[in-house]
């Protein structure tokens, strides 16, 4: 069985005080609420990690990952964070290639692909984002610019490596829109990522790796785009702000 996974994305937003308000609450809903087989995964800015990781402390539902991580181990890298530093936090997840990184930073395939390995080589579990725009959407090349971004990011990965990755799918229209994909085009787009690895892997292999749909995932909406088969969760961006929102999205998918 895969993993089903519910992360949030705190993005660049929260006050200290805040974020360990939220932190809290959501402990608090998780351990009365939410029974089952789900991994929780609250990824926060940078300067949060540390107290998040504490407020959370051993939990058996909840963990905590960073958004982003440089390609480099140590060294002159002004106001960069690395694997290795995240690893020493007791950090265990980190988002790689959103689409805001892509788009406002310029982080392309072969970045990525040395983010992946950095992130792999710490013990750190990659959450990689890919995803399409409007536009290819509508000229119907969203399938094949998926499976260029997974190729460019993850296909230099072994057997082994590969069954490591979560994989999220976010089409950008979908981001802080409001505008979700259809559960329809969401199963649709999982399933021909499933199948890209499988070409490449092998079925079994594929079967492993755990899906996430992303895109403006709320409480009203998550149990339906969480219902495709290959739908395994999701990465909630603005509904992981909300400790009820975010606690009824993480009970949707059980
Ligand atoms: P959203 O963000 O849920 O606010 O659309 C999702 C994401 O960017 O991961």
């Not at 997840?93 to 689409?99: A, E, K, P, R, T």
């Not at 499988?198 to 403006?216: F, H, N, Q, R």
């Not at 969760?233 to 999205?249: D, H, Q, W, Y």
């Amino acid at each position: 069985m895969r993993q089903k996974i519910v992360a949030g994305n705190w993005k660049m937003n929260k006050t200290l005080d805040d974020a360990l308000a939220l932190a809290s609450e959501l402990v608090g809903m998780v351990n009365d609420e939410v029974r089952g087989d789900v991994r929780i995964i609250l990824c926060t800015p940078f300067p949060y990690l540390v107290p998040v990781i504490r407020l959370v402390g051993s939990h058996p539902l909840i963990s905590v990952g960073a958004q982003n991580c440089s390609e480099h181990e140590w060294g002159a890298y002004t106001g960069e964070t690395s694997a290795p530093m995240l690893a020493s936090l007791k950090a265990h997840y980190v988002i790689l290639g959103h689409s805001e990184r892509r788009q406002y930073f310029d982080e392309d395939g072969k970045l990525l692909a040395a983010k992946v390995d950095a992130v792999l080589k710490h013990g750190l579990t990659p959450i990689f984002c890919c995803g399409e725009q409007l536009e290819v959407r509508d000229k119907g090349e969203h399938e094949d610019l998926v499976r260029r971004q997974i190729e460019e990011g993850l296909f230099h990965l072994d057997a082994d490596a590969i069954k490591k990755i979560v994989i999220a799918y976010e089409p950008v229209w979908a981001i802080g829109t409001g505008k979700t994909a259809s559960a329809h085009q969401a199963q649709d787009m999982h399933a021909v990522i499933r199948l890209h690895l499988a070409t490449k892997y092998g079925k079994p292999t594929a079967e492993e790796i755990s899906i996430l749909y992303g895109g403006s995932v709320n409480a009203d909406n998550a149990k339906e785009l969480f219902s495709g088969k290959d739908v395994d969760g999701g990465l909630v961006g603005g509904a992981s702000l909300k400790s009820r929102e975010f606690t009824e999205i993480v009970k949707s998918i059980l």
